[in-house]
């Protein structure tokens, strides 16, 4: 079913979805450089060409080297998280209620999302109680960023999100399992939806595993053998009557349409002519959390009210630091950094490769007739190794050696190391550097506590994150 209203609601949501492609631009470059892609920037060249910065090193007859410390402050702070949640016991199932916890394997979920959210400033779970696999229970999700949409918030908290939703890339039996139920009907009205190839339900070329998903490049269209279904959700305002049957005690409401307040009329006209207690009524707006979800081509494929006894959407969402509406993740504070460093490896490698080592100068007259210059090389290298000389002209054969002094670089590689270690909070206390044997168990507790603060803010915005989760998961 297709109406004016759900195609400009799906409209909105896309336009959502494209509102927010600098902040997933921003986030694929960050994680370029963090698994180790770190010269794809595109720059200009002396020449006025656009050229990706590897590219240019190349030309200019160096290697594009790359020293990755991203990867590694990563996998120090994912680190960390795993060893305090176990001293801390975050994931510890203490009533049936928490079983979500070992169902989900959560703690390794949470140190997948926690690197998303260290890479992009984006966190995004989704939780929900359906039948995969032939088995109904709670389930929580990772997002993919690249999925997801919402309406521009600046509330930390997400209490002005009033649009949220994701993209989903569904197998087509998993459609007529979630839409059609034993409708032979409704089959064949998915059948034909999802027989176009804009849907995504072409088999051939299915992406490789391990391959960078570029399904979501475009709103509606889903990788090859797959089908798109796209969930919204709204906070819809809804103008109810608030009913109080003073003759039951019961308590209820309606739409607030003319057919409801006709049906309360009459009753109470007959409850009057009864002797009867009415029904006392009140005008209310209420806000309701209302799912939608739609094909490609804007067909309504179900519609329903929040089931959750939370009463809201299925997503637990935190962006960092979300000041005035903008991410800012911790990867991006470290960018700059690691180009200086790599540009400093660049440089370092560059003059060791291009000093002379060991360069022979032989003079052409000293050269004995019956040898060959491969001779002289050859022997030249060889331990022990004689080389004959004419005895003419004045000049000796002699070995050059150029002086490698880069001294200057590597004192500024060394303080670009430094300034990343401190720019990031990684320090080496946190990564289990440098730790001298004489330091006491309680010294160094009270040096990992100080090195930790630098890094409270964002662990504790990604333990609110974990905490709106959690009250979903429970109140499912």
């Not at 997801?148 to 908290?157: E, K, L, Y």
């Not at 490609?296 to 630091?321: E, I, M, Q, T, W």
Request: proline share 4%.
């Amino acid at each position: 079913m297709k109406s004016q209203t759900n195609l400009c609601l799906l409209t909105a949501a896309r336009d959502a979805w494209l509102s927010a492609s600098s902040l997933r631009s921003r986030r694929e470059r960050y994680k370029r450089y963090t698994y180790g892609d770190q010269w794809s920037d595109i720059v200009t060249d002396e020449s006025g060409r656009r050229v990706r910065e590897s590219d240019q090193i190349e030309d200019s007859g160096r290697k594009p080297l790359i020293n990755n410390m991203i990867r590694q402050i990563v996998k120090i702070v994912i680190g960390r998280y795993r060893s305090s949640s176990r001293e801390e016991g975050i994931y510890r199932v203490d009533s049936p209620r928490r079983s979500y916890i070992t169902d989900n394997a959560l703690l390794e979920l949470d140190c997948r999302m926690l690197e998303e959210f260290l890479i992009s400033g984006c966190a995004v779970q989704r939780v929900c109680r359906e039948t995969r696999q032939g088995r109904r229970r709670l389930w929580i999700d990772n997002v993919n960023p690249r999925k997801f949409f919402v309406n521009a918030f600046r509330d930390p908290r997400g209490c002005d999100i009033e649009m949220i939703g994701m993209l989903h890339d569904l197998s087509f039996p998993e459609i007529i399992a979630r839409f059609a139920g034993d409708s032979s009907r409704r089959f064949d009205q998915l059948a034909h939806i999802y027989s176009s190839s804009s849907a995504g339900s072409v088999l051939d070329g299915a992406p490789q595993l391990g391959e960078s998903d570029d399904s979501a490049a475009d709103f509606f269209t889903a990788p090859p053998g797959r089908c798109r279904a796209i969930e919204v959700w709204t906070l819809d305002c809804r103008n109810t009557l608030l009913c109080h049957d003073r003759r039951d005690a019961r308590a209820y409401t309606l739409n607030n349409s003319a057919a409801a307040r006709e049906t309360i009329d009459n009753l109470n006209s007959r409850r009057i002519s009864w002797g009867e207690a009415t029904v006392a009524t009140r005008r209310r707006l209420d806000f309701v959390w209302h799912c939608r979800w739609f094909a490609p081509d804007g067909s309504l494929l179900a519609s329903y009210d929040s089931p959750f006894r939370h009463g809201s959407h299925p997503f637990a969402v935190k962006f960092y630091p979300l000041t005035d509406g903008e991410v800012h993740s911790f990867v991006e504070d470290v960018i700059d950094q690691q180009r200086c460093i790599n540009r400093m490896v660049v440089l370092i490698d560059h003059i060791i490769g291009s000093a002379a080592k060991g360069l022979l100068l032989f003079p052409q007259e000293q050269k004995p007739k019956n040898y060959d210059w491969s001779d002289i090389r050859d022997a030249w290298s060889r331990a022990n190794g004689v080389i004959p000389i004419t005895g003419h002209g004045n000049i000796l054969p002699q070995q050059v050696h150029s002086p490698t002094d880069n001294k200057g670089a590597s004192e500024l590689l060394n303080l670009q190391m430094k300034l990343f270690d401190q720019i990031s909070g990684v320090s080496d206390v946190i990564a289990g550097r440098s730790i001298s044997p004489s330091t006491g168990n309680a010294v160094y507790e009270s040096q990992l506590r100080n090195s930790a603060v630098a890094l409270a803010d964002l662990i504790d915005s990604f333990a609110a994150f974990r905490s709106d989760r959690d009250y979903k998961a429970i109140n499912i």
